[in-house]
C-alpha cells in the first residue's frame, strides 16, 4: 500500500513534468515560428506579389524601347516602337516596327515565337523580353517556373537593400560581388522593383519603378 505521502509525491512530481514538457513543445513551437516568420518562401511571396498587381482581364501598352549595342558603339541608338496585347491567362502578342525592321511575337502558355520582316527568327523568349514575366504570369507557379528558366535559384530568398529599400531576394548569389539571376521584391509593398538574367555572356537589369 503507497503511503499518502508518497502518493502525494508523486502526483506532484507527474503534473511538474507535464508542465516543463508543455512549456518545452510550446517554446519549440514559438521558436521554430519566429524563425520561418521573417523570411518567406518563394510560393508564399511570389503568391503575395501577384495578389498586389491584381489582375485585370488585359493590357495594351505602347512603349519605344531604346537598344544600344556595346559591342558596337558606332551604330548608336536604335529605337523600336512595340505595342503589347496582354491577355490572360499567359497570352501576350508584341508587335514591333522600326525604321529598319517590322515584326511581331507571341507568348502563349510558355510557348514563344518571334516573326520579324516574315521570318522565325526565335523560338525561344530573348532575355531582354524577360521584364514581361512578372505581369504575363498570373500564378505563383508558373512565374516561378519563368524564373527558374532564366537561372534564378527560387529555393533561396534572402533580405538585402537596394536603393535604400529593404527588399526580398529571390535567388541565389554564386560568386561575392559578381551580379547574379533573381528578382528583387520591395519588403512594404511587395512591388517588384529589380529583375536581373544572367545567362551565358549576357546580362540584363530590369528596373521596376512607379507602380500604380
Not at 19 to 29: G, N
Not at 92 to 104: A, I, N, V
Amino acid at each position: 500500500m503507497v503511503h499518502p505521502f508518497l502518493k502525494t509525491f508523486l502526483f506532484d512530481c507527474c503534473m511538474f513534468r507535464k508542465e516543463v514538457l508543455t512549456l518545452s513543445i510550446l517554446f519549440i513551437i514559438l521558436l521554430s515560428g519566429v524563425c520561418e516568420a521573417f523570411v518567406p518562401k518563394t510560393p508564399h511571396l511570389l503568391y503575395l506579389v501577384i495578389e498586389k498587381i491584381k489582375q485585370p482581364v488585359g493590357i495594351e501598352a505602347f512603349q519605344t524601347k531604346k537598344i544600344i549595342n556595346y559591342a558596337d558603339l558606332n551604330t548608336g541608338l536604335i529605337e523600336v516602337q512595340e505595342r503589347l496585347i496582354y491577355v490572360y491567362p499567359k497570352r501576350l502578342r508584341s508587335e514591333m516596327t522600326s525604321e529598319h525592321m517590322k515584326g511581331f511575337s507571341v507568348e502563349v502558355q510558355g510557348q514563344y515565337l518571334k516573326v520579324m520582316d516574315g521570318v522565325v527568327v526565335s523560338r525561344e523568349k530573348s532575355v531582354l523580353d524577360r521584364y514581361t514575366d512578372v505581369l504575363l504570369y498570373r500564378d505563383y507557379k508558373s512565374l516561378a517556373e519563368q524564373l527558374s528558366l532564366v537561372g534564378v535559384d527560387t529555393g533561396k530568398v534572402s533580405y538585402e537593400r537596394y536603393k535604400d529599400t529593404v527588399c526580398y531576394v529571390i535567388g541565389a548569389r554564386v560568386d561575392k560581388g559578381k551580379p547574379f539571376s533573381g528578382l528583387w521584391i520591395q519588403k512594404n509593398t511587395l512591388f517588384p522593383v529589380r529583375y536581373v538574367v544572367v545567362k551565358e555572356t549576357r546580362l540584363v537589369e530590369i528596373l521596376y519603378d512607379k507602380w500604380q
